[in-house]
């Protein structure tokens, strides 16, 4: 893959970003937060949050 054929490809991806529409960027980061529970269960998500209140 030559370095142009690079660049288009994330010129291209960038384009879609940008112009999703805010609804659609909502949903994304909504399976997001739903991946992190899926992929790595409760267990680090209650450790972050422990560490989190005792720095506070």
Same mark, same amino acid.
Request: net charge positive; aromatic share 16%; hydrophobic share 35%.
């Given at each position: 893959?030559?370095?142009? #054929?690079? @660049?288009?490809?994330?010129?291209?991806?960038?384009? !879609? $970003?940008? #112009? /999703? %529409? !805010? &609804?659609?960027?909502? &949903? $994304?980061? !909504?399976? $997001?937060? &739903?991946?992190?529970? !899926?992929?790595?269960?409760?267990? %680090? @998500? /209650? @450790?972050?949050? *422990? *560490?989190?209140?005792?720095?506070?």
């Amino acid at each position: 893959m030559s370095s142009n #054929d690079y @660049f288009r490809f994330v010129t291209q991806e960038l384009v !879609k $970003k940008m #112009d /999703a %529409p !805010k &609804q659609e960027k909502k &949903q $994304k980061e !909504k399976e $997001k937060h &739903q991946l992190h529970g !899926k992929w790595f269960g409760v267990l %680090p @998500f /209650a @450790f972050k949050l *422990f *560490f989190r209140s005792r720095k506070k």
